[in-house]
């Protein structure tokens, strides 16, 4: 069975950096595809960014200058770099991967002076 484990929220200043971290235990399919969800106070959960087996990536045009996805090289472990945070940014983190499905628990990230 599939787990992921986040990591990496809390509380930073505009302007300021965080690294979210989703540890998969268990076996994931080797095509798989492993993403970043966000959700937003009073909205619905988005994607922000995504990557493949082969290592491409795609972000959401809202963060492509400022985040960074990627995994470390088992492919365990999927990463959310976070620069030049802001205020809207704030919210809880979702990890995802494929297949099987699974969510991670979510993290909260709030971005505040």
Do not use: H
């Amino acid at each position: 069975q599939v787990q992921l484990v986040e990591s990496g929220g809390g509380l930073v200043q505009p302007g300021g950096s965080l690294r979210l971290s989703c540890a998969v235990f268990g076996r994931i399919s080797s095509r798989f595809a492993m993403a970043w969800y966000r959700q937003l106070p009073g909205e619905q959960r988005k994607l922000l960014a995504n990557i493949s087996e082969t290592g491409n990536t795609n972000l959401a045009e809202s963060v492509r200058d400022r985040f960074t996805i990627s995994t470390d090289k088992a492919r365990k472990t999927v990463y959310l770099q976070m620069n030049s945070l802001e205020s809207e940014d704030t919210g809880v983190y979702f990890c995802y991967v494929c297949c099987p499905e699974k969510w991670g628990q979510g993290t909260q990230v709030t971005v505040s002076s």
